[in-house]
């Protein structure tokens, strides 16, 4: 299978912080045979790395200073999403509780650590859009 992949979880350092949060099970897809694709969607919206710290609230996703990253957010979505069509992937793997790529759940957007039930952007236009979508705690999954 061809996977898009969130960056972060391939050992590249594009999170907000400018750090990677590599993931072994993630990785070893590769060693199954998959092709993993790698997206950091935050980046191709045009936001820096390292940047400051965001949350979705509603239909907006704000950063911890103030600052209303919405249009950066959609746009790093669509784009991913385009990628993941040019590419023909089979399924995408994003990074959990992320704004962009959570599925499932998601930061409340209090910025106190506190989970609530949501999507992401990009993890939202994907299942919208009928793509199978994992993180990566579900790679048994796959």
């Known amino acids: 299978m061809r996977i898009l992949v969130s960056a972060c979880l391939l050992g590249l350092c594009c999170r ?6 590599a993931c072994v099970p993630v990785l070893a897809l590769r060693d199954r045979g998959h092709e993993l694709i790698p997206v950091c969607p935050e980046q191709l919206g045009g936001l820096p790395t390292p940047r400051t710290a965001s949350e979705r609230t509603g ?12 249009a950066a957010y959609a746009l790093g979505a669509e784009q991913a999403a385009k990628l993941y069509e040019l590419l023909r992937c089979d399924c995408a793997i994003l990074k959990a509780r992320s ?6 759940r ?21 299942l919208k859009n009928g793509v199978p979508v994992y993180n990566e705690d579900e790679i048994a999954m796959i």
């Open 106 to 126: 998601i930061y409340d957007g209090t910025f106190s650590g506190k989970l609530r039930p949501g999507q992401g952007v990009l993890a939202e236009l994907l």
């Open 16 to 21: 907000y912080d400018g750090k990677s949060k």
């Open 59 to 70: 239909d907006r996703v704000m950063s911890v200073d103030g600052l209303d990253r919405t």
């Open 99 to 104: 704004p962009m790529c959570g599925k499932g």
